[in-house]
RNA sequence: GCCCCCAUUGUCUAGUGGUUAGGAUAGAGGGCUGUGGUCCCUUUGAUGCGGGUUCGAUUCCCGCUGGGGGCCCCA
């Protein structure tokens, strides 16, 4: 009879142990950090309705890129591709009580029906970090510290990757008050500076000709991403009050924060970044690996000023990151940056109870119960294998302790107790096991 | 949705149009009937699925599934 095929779907993936450990702590460092600067975490439903995601996101993700669920007829639901939606309307339902800044995260895991291909899968976890406040640029400045700090705890530096960010306040004044790009084209040239790096020098300059149809506009938008100091621009043609123009000024005033927080070593300021989404309006950023393996956007953010404006008259503006950490495992893999013990399962408490047949069992349980009573980690050898086998696995399998019970033992309600490191081994009455197993782990 | 590459025991892999598909490692048992990490012996276990060519396919061809890389997209 044929069986089931015992792969999981495409781009699904199964979660053994050892990987298990590895997203847990890749979370537990981000939970430590993001703690440490007072942020809770929230969640959201996993279902949502399809229509805050339609009216919010591209055509394309609801059409092309989401996991509908339609259990009644005409209702569609989605299996959430990402949670501003989701955080968007829980914000508006309680902006009365909630009190600003509200600093919240969430390890969601979300859904994309996308082609997987590296650092990419249909379902994955995505680190949500956002602060919601009215006052901006201080918002954004956290928001790096963290992202420094998030990076700094698993042990990379500024050499392995830089979070390059840009402005899109000021990206739209440079596009048309400085390129002096029509308005009705600057989106598609947002596409395009968005490409920049990833195409042939020519081909990128013949795409930005062709399209602007005007070759002094075209020669200033090709400058776009040669520069990265505000104060070093290669236009001839600023306009007198340029420097006065508030996303200038975003990015002067950011650039001066970022160098006395002594985050320079980190940042780079790129005005290439620009970020798919509509609803960014601020500091827009992306954190890179610096080096060749990881070619993509680790993952990246922005500032948006209108978060809730589905479900509210309030404005309420916002900035903070996704981060795929499936992306970040490879990053940190590439620089050998997770431990191989964070791969085994911790036993440094734990003592490997060894009963020598059958009649030792209700023993060895009784043991059990009372070095968990302790806090310690107790697994029983039911399978009674011969004590060579017991130890030789409780020794592979990192256990730093086994309790030896045999007849002996039980006859005199005691206990055998060896240490794995050194090999030393007492006979003690079960009373006194406690203090002994104390005293040495 | 498109393009390229890939698929052999749990894992890593060798090999072949023809008879028992080989090794390493992990697992199980024993050497050692109450003492581990070394060593020795034994043993379990694989050609992803479906179709075609052929006397015969794990091998060649097609499709599917899954994986890797890229395009699109990246909310």
């Known amino acids: 009879m044929n069986k089931f095929s015992t792969q999981p779907l495409r781009g699904f993936s199964d979660f053994y142990p050892e990987e298990m450990r590895v997203d847990k702590w890749i979370l537990g460092k981000i939970r430590e950090v993001v703690e440490g600067y007072g942020y809770e975490e929230w969640n959201g439903p996993t279902l949502e309705s399809i229509d805050i995601f339609a009216a919010k996101s591209s055509e394309e993700l609801v059409t092309e890129q989401a996991f509908i669920v339609e259990k009644v007829k005409g209702e569609k639901l989605i299996l959430r591709p990402e949670l501003t939606p989701s955080l968007a309307r829980m914000v508006a339902a309680k902006i009365k009580e909630l ?184 500091t827009v950023y992306e954190v890179f690996d610096t080096g060749t393996e990881n070619r993509r956007a680790l993952f990246g953010g922005g500032r948006y000023d209108n978060l809730i404006d589905l479900f509210s008259d309030v404005q309420l503006p916002g900035t903070g990151f996704g981060l795929g950490i499936y992306v970040l495992e490879l990053f940190l893999t590439t620089y050998n940056k997770i431990p191989p013990e964070v791969k085994l399962p911790d036993r440094s408490h734990g003592v490997y ?13 009784k043991v059990a119960q009372l070095l968990r009573a302790q806090g310690k980690q107790a697994l029983v050898g039911y399978d009674c294998r011969k004590l060579g086998r017991q130890i030789e696995t409780a020794s592979k399998r990192g256990f730093p302790y086994v309790i030896i019970i045999g007849k002996k033992e039980v006859d005199a309600q005691s206990v055998t107790l060896k240490n794995l490191q050194n090999g030393e081994q007492q006979t003690v009455p079960i009373a006194e096991m406690g203090k002994i197993l104390v005293s040495k782990t």
């Not at 009190?99 to 590296?118: A, D, H, I, S, T």
């Not at 109870?353 to 349980?365: E, G, N, R």
């Open 99 to 282: 009190e600003l800044p509200l600093r919240w995260y969430v390890f969601p895991n979300c859904f994309r029906y996308e082609r997987p291909q590296r650092g990419r899968r249909r379902e994955f976890i995505q680190v949500n970090v956002d602060i919601l406040s009215h006052d901006g640029l201080y918002a954004d400045l956290e928001i790096f510290n963290i992202i420094v700090d998030i990076m700094k705890s698993f042990g990379v530096t500024g050499k392995q990757f830089q979070i390059r960010w840009n402005n899109r306040r000021f990206l739209d004044e440079l596009l048309l008050m400085v390129a002096k790009v029509p308005e009705g084209l600057k989106n598609q040239v947002y596409k395009m500076i968005d490409k920049r790096d990833k195409m042939e020098p020519a081909e990128y300059e013949k795409w930005v000709r062709d399209t602007l149809r005007d070759d002094a506009a075209a020669d200033r938008v090709l400058q776009i991403g040669s520069f990265h100091d505000i104060n070093v621009l290669p236009f001839d043609n600023l306009p007198h009050e340029f420097f006065e123009y508030p996303g200038v000024k975003e990015v002067q005033q950011l650039t001066e924060m970022i160098k006395k927080a002594g985050l320079k070593p980190y940042c780079t300021f790129s005005p290439e970044i620009v970020r798919g989404l509509d609803y960014y309006t601020g």
């Open 353 to 365: 109870i060894a009963p020598l047949d059958a009649s030792c069992l209700l023993l060895a349980i």
